[in-house]
């Protein structure tokens, strides 16, 4: 079980949804991942990370999906790209990532609640 969080730890995580408006093989990661460019809306705008995620999904499958993101990171420098999010997902029982997104259509930018 992870170490216990108060509410308010919780609250300082600032997570929004982003809609996925470019994505391209990342060759030069470690492992295998895919860049994206996300739009979170008005207030935060386009933001970029890379995600190692090519075990469901090809780029071109995350053009237009929603996905959920920790946007309130420090960037961080990932081989020659900076990650300024970090996208949530879920591994499967073999280790793949699959990204956590709203069951409906949000706009861009909401932040979870």
Known sequence: ???????????????????????EPFPEAR????KMWIDFGPELGERKTSAQVTAHY?????IGKQV?????????????????????????????VVLISPDKEVPPGGRMH
Not at 5 to 23: E, H, P, W
Not at 58 to 62: F, N, Q, R, V
Not at 68 to 95: H, K, W, Y
């Open 1 to 23: 079980m992870a170490d216990p969080i108060t509410f308010d730890d919780f609250l300082r995580v600032d997570i929004r949804v982003g809609r996925v408006l470019r994505a």
């Open 31 to 34: 492992k295998p991942a895919i």
């Open 58 to 62: 090809a780029p071109d499958e995350l």
């Open 68 to 96: 959920m993101a920790v946007v309130n990171f420090p960037p961080r420098q990932i081989g020659p790209f900076m990650s300024e999010v970090l996208v949530l997902g879920v591994t499967d029982p073999d280790g793949g």
